[in-house]
């Protein structure tokens, strides 16, 4: 058999392996809405943590980053390490107080129902506002994901963009719908162990190749003097721009829903050091096989990939058995899927949970509405979405994908500082956090299409967000009791000592 092949079984393996786990996951989510969007709160720690870094992290983590290193040395690790701090403060704070406040307030399953509950809005207007930034954003960025696929599998099968994208789309879609969070979350752990195999396995099998460690430090040395310098050949704003992108932990709503459904608030801890050690060892990975990149084509120049953020995938090619070098393609899409599906299942809860279920409130039909036809509902919208972000792209506009990087800052810009001060600041109130929500949406808006100075989006944007938040929350503060005891509450509750 040729080597495409081999490679092209091992990928449909993979998929196959996707649709069986949807499937399994179908059957416990058939017909309960909290199970479909929030899978009942019974995820165990370290499934939560996979599922949130595999959601996390897409195709950047194999492609981008290697690359990044690989063209230009250490200085680029920057992003990595804002992002495994960013995770690790998340896990650390927002994830226990977060876990125990949504079932205090409302037994809420989404964060903007959170936010209505925990800051008493009769007006509806703060969830539909945050119902509508997440369906809008996400939109784009699930679409963002279908675009890198179609590109994935031009650039690596010659099979043409577009049926490589629907059939990423079909698959991830598939599962979704029937899984609901259960699937994409159990999806999210088979994918991100994918993962973690083929960042382990890449850069270990090259180093080897190359001849051991001291041969590669001496070959990069002489490729790229300032290899080792994370200062080099970089500006002091751009390095804060790069580690600035950790602020955007706090605010993603794909990555924090995790958090709400773990068994206990007290299983954050075991989850955070599962997560933080996935991470570690996953964005050590990238950087090595980036670093070792460099040594093994610099002694083999004939074999040297024309574009830096295809590093991962030649090294695959050239030093795996074709089968196995399918299984670490495979990666890269479960990379893209991963995070496709998490953003599918969070756009399928803001339509239901926060629009539908609103506007069913409000005509009086909710009490006639089973959970069976909600999760019906939320299946709907799963499709719905996915349906609009495959005509999204259709046409692989550049436009699309710059669009995940201010997605990123407008998601941390706009929810982060809200969550951040709903959980830890009794003080916050409604029209505070409304008016700090829009506040750092618009000013990560503006300022990533005509920034004053070279600086990311999502520091100004937080920024601007925090401030507003406070000094409106200060002028419209009232006392409440009711709110002062759901907080000691939820902060008892996420304090306390496991049994």
């Known amino acids: 058999m040729s080597d495409q092949t081999y490679q092209t079984i091992a990928v449909t393996l993979y998929f196959a392996a996707m649709l069986y786990i949807g499937w399994s996951a179908y059957r416990k989510t058939r017909d309960n809405l909290d199970d479909y969007m929030l899978a009942g709160r019974g995820l165990k720690p370290w499934v939560a943590a996979l599922s949130a870094g595999a959601s996390d992290m897409s195709g950047w983590l194999l492609m981008g980053l290697p690359g990044a290193i690989y063209a230009k040395g250490l200085v680029e690790s920057w992003i990595a390490i804002g992002l495994t701090v960013g995770a690790w403060l998340n896990w650390k704070f927002v994830a226990p107080r977060l876990r125990s406040y949504t079932e205090v307030a409302g037994n809420s399953i989404t964060i903007p129902s959170f936010l209505e509950h925990r800051l008493r809005d009769r007006s509806r207007s703060l969830r539909i506002v945050c119902g509508l930034i997440i369906l809008v954003f996400f939109t784009f960025y699930v679409s963002s994901g279908m675009v890198a696929a179609g590109k994935f599998f031009d650039s690596t099968f010659g099979v043409q963009y577009i049926h490589g994208m629907l059939i ?18 159990l999806t999210d752990v088979a994918q991100g162990l994918l993962m973690l195999a083929a960042l382990v396995a890449v850069p270990i099998v090259a180093l080897i190749k190359v001849g051991g460690p001291a041969v590669t430090i001496e070959t990069v040395n002489e490729v790229n003097p300032t290899f ?20 955007g932990y706090f605010g993603q709503p794909h990555i924090i829903v995790r958090f709400m459904a773990l068994r206990s608030p007290q299983e954050a801890s075991t989850a955070r050091r599962f997560g933080i050690s996935w991470m570690v060892a996953t964005a050590l990975g990238a950087i090595l096989t980036g670093f070792i990149g ?17 590093v991962f995938l030649v090294l695959a090619q050239i030093l795996f ?13 479960a990379a893209i899927m991963s995070t496709v599906s998490s953003q599918l299942v969070v756009c399928s809860s803001a339509l239901v949970e926060d629009l539908f279920k609103i506007f069913a409130e409000k005509s009086g039909r909710e009490t006639q509405i089973s959970d069976k036809t909600y999760v019906r509902l939320g299946r709907l919208g ?15 506009s550049d436009s699309i994908l710059e669009l995940v990087g201010f997605a990123w800052a407008g998601f941390g810009s706009s929810f982060g500082p809200v969550v951040l001060l709903a959980l830890f600041w009794r003080k916050l109130t409604a029209p505070g956090a409304l008016a700090g929500l829009i506040v750092g949406a618009v000013v990560a808006f503006v300022w990533g299409q005509w920034p004053p100075f070279d600086l990311y989006e999502i520091v100004p944007g937080f920024l601007a967000n925090l401030v507003v938040a406070v000094g409106v929350s200060l002028a419209t503060y009232r006392p409440d009791a009711a709110v002062d005891a759901e907080f000691d509450e939820a902060a008892r509750l996420a304090e306390k000592q496991p049994a």
């Open 168 to 185: 990423v789309a079909a698959v991830t879609m598939i599962y979704t719908l029937f899984g609901g969070f259960l699937g994409a979350t």
């Open 382 to 396: 799963v499709l719905v979405v996915a349906v609009i972000a495959v005509v999204l792209a259709i046409d692989p």
């Open 228 to 247: 080792f310098s994370l200062f080099a050949g970089g500006t002091a704003l751009g390095i804060v721009s790069a580690a600035a992108w950790g602020l």
């Open 294 to 310: 460099i040594a093994y084509f610099a002694l083999h120049p004939e074999k040297a990939p024309s574009d830096p953020e295809t």
């Open 321 to 333: 058995h074709p089968f196995v070098a399918g299984l670490v393609l495979a990666a890269v899409l």
